[in-house]
C-alpha cells in the first residue's frame, strides 16, 4: 500500500468509529431523558388518533352538501 492510502483508511475508519459512539451517546441520552422515542417508522394515521368518528363524518356530509348546494358557471369554451 501506498502512504498516501493507508493515511486516508486510517482517517476513515475514525470517522465511521466516531459517527458510531456519537449516535450511541444521542440514544442513551434521549432514552433516560424521558422522551417518548418511537423507533418503529412512519405513521400514515392523519387524524393523530384524536379525531372522534361522528364529529368526521358530520364536518364530512357538511362539507358535501355546501359543495353541492354552490352553482358552477359554466366556462367560455362550452358556450
Known sequence: MTGNLRRKLATMW????????????????????????????????????????AASDAASAAMAAASAAVPVPASGASQ
Open 14 to 53: 475514525k470517522i465511521v468509529l466516531g459517527f458510531i459512539v456519537f449516535a450511541a451517546i444521542a440514544l442513551f441520552v434521549l432514552m433516560k431523558s424521558g422522551g417518548n422515542i418511537d423507533l418503529t417508522g412512519e405513521k400514515h394515521d392523519v387524524t393523530g388518533g384524536h379525531a372522534d368518528s
